[in-house]
């Protein structure tokens, strides 16, 4: 059975500060994807990365894929309050779309 | 990017009723869709792909007497609960593929009375 680590599972921070959540495995994923949940919506898909060592960024949110595609990181620079949600780490693996979910990671970003 | 749109958004049903939770894709053709439960600060738990003309495929320890999924066309699925009870209250999500990343509705809040 695959499964996706995902860590920390709650964070609160200041606004300006950084951070840094992890989405680790044993198995190999062909792709991965990073969502943000806001209470009572469904996730929106933020990026997919598919190829090892791939990095994206998405104005001050970087996403990793790490070289052997078993994990994976998202950091956030300067966080702001609206930056405040559920983040979520998904590994696909060409099984018709299903999707392998981390535990997710609350974050609170306090003003 | 795509557009899942799920309906209702919320609803409140007495215990015993059925409840009926439509997921359709409104830009693009789903054969696959899948159905997600989800508790308040957690993460999302598949219960069921929804297979375009087939049977639904159930995750382990889901019933599937009691979340019917039926998928009649290329664009919508729908999950129905049936006899439900308390414990059934909860928020239901769906989601379909398209390209390179998953669409999700805006998620079903069941709350049983």
């Known amino acids: 059975t695959q499964l996706l680590e995902q860590s920390p599972q709650f964070l609160s921070i200041q606004e300006g500060e950084n951070l840094t959540v992890y989405c680790n495995s044993s198995?190999?994923?062909?792709?991965l994807q990073w969502y943000r949940q806001e209470p009572g919506e469904g996730p929106v898909l933020l990026v997919t990365?598919?190829?090892?060592?791939e990095v994206k960024k998405l104005k001050r949110l970087t996403f990793q894929f790490g070289d052997a595609r078993k994990d994976s990181s998202l950091h956030i620079t300067a966080a702001q309050p609206g930056d405040t949600g559920l983040y979520l780490c998904?590994?696909?693996?060409?099984?018709?779309?299903?999707?392998?979910f981390g535990q997710g990671t609350e974050l609170s970003v306090k003003p | 990017g795509a557009v899942v749109s799920q309906h209702p958004s919320w609803v409140i049903c007495k215990s015993g009723t059925s409840v009926k939770i439509e997921c359709r894709s409104l830009?693009?053709?789903?054969?696959?869709m899948f159905w997600y439960r989800q508790f308040p600060k957690q993460s999302l738990m598949l219960m069921a792909t929804?297979?375009?003309?087939?049977?639904?495929?159930?995750e382990q320890g889901v019933e599937k007497d009691k979340f019917l999924i039926n998928h009649a066309s290329l664009t919508l699925s729908t999950l129905t609960v049936t006899s439900a009870h308390p414990e059934d209250s909860s928020f239901y999500i769906c989601?379909?593929?398209?390209?390179?990343?998953?669409?999700f509705g805006q998620g079903t809040r069941l709350t049983v009375v």
């Open positions: 989601s379909a593929t398209a390209g390179m990343g998953a669409f």
């Open positions: 198995s190999v994923f062909s792709s």
């Open positions: 990365v598919v190829t090892g060592g």
């Open positions: 998904a590994g696909a693996n060409n099984q018709g779309g299903k999707l392998i």
């Open positions: 830009d693009f053709q789903a054969t696959t």
């Open positions: 929804s297979n375009e003309g087939s049977k639904a495929t159930y």
